[in-house]
């Protein structure tokens, strides 16, 4: 079950650092300067608000980073609930092990 569960946590990094990337790519577009390097959710969402499109390649594309920015924050609650199942695996194959 570990295992299983590690494997899924790898995943959902991978996934979380693969959207990121494409948010930061959107940003730089959208934003002089660009965004910070370690870009959080919250940090996004108000990048996000201060951004006036002009043209309606830029709508889409602050279109596009609100969009990743739910998948963000989406796989931040993914991750959390995988973190939190690991350590009830882990407390629980600890409890089988001191069972008499």
């Not at 989406?74 to 407390?91: C, Q």
């Amino acid at each position: 079950m570990l295992r299983l569960l590690s494997d899924r946590h790898r995943d959902l990094v991978s996934l979380r650092t693969q959207t990121v990337c494409r948010l930061h790519v959107l940003l730089r577009e959208l934003i002089p300067g660009g965004a910070p390097v370690r870009l959080r959710a919250d940090r996004a969402a108000v990048l996000l608000r201060r951004v006036r499109p002009t043209s309606p390649v830029e709508v889409e594309r602050k279109r596009l980073a609100q969009d990743l920015l739910v998948d963000i924050r989406r796989l931040d609650r993914d991750l959390g609930d995988v973190r939190a199942r690991i350590t009830a695996a882990i407390a629980a194959s600890r409890a089988l092990k001191h069972t008499p």
